[in-house]
């Protein structure tokens, strides 16, 4: 028996072919938007522990400040727990600007 020759089918090797390469290439760019919301998330994350770092210590200073204006009120350290904050040399700067 002798039978046709075989013949390479380009339509099927190029469908599995795009379909390997587009698999891959949305891969690729989901890996990256990922990494890209996950560094996001770290910015926004520190920079709402910030904010909430500033507000309590705008609440404090307002604390002492009612203290020396206002005559008779508690003491500011009355309500306030103390923390264990780590102050780097700029935020000691607006620890000076309540005094």
């Not at 002798?2 to 099927?12: K, Y």
């Not at 390997?20 to 520190?46: C, M, N, S, Y």
Request: glycine share 10%; charged share 15%; with cysteine.
């Amino acid at each position: 028996m002798t039978g046709a020759p075989t013949s390479v089918d380009v339509v099927a090797i190029a469908g599995i072919a795009g379909t390997l390469l587009g698999t891959a290439l949305g891969a690729w760019v989901t890996w990256k938007i990922q990494a890209r919301q996950l560094e996001h998330e770290d910015k926004t994350r520190f920079h709402d522990r910030r904010l909430a770092t500033y507000a309590e210590f705008g609440g404090a200073c307002n604390a002492v400040m009612a203290t020396f204006l206002i005559p008779g009120s508690a003491h500011p350290s009355a309500d306030l727990k103390p923390r264990d904050y780590q102050f780097s040399h700029n935020s000691t700067r607006g620890i000076q600007a309540c005094f």
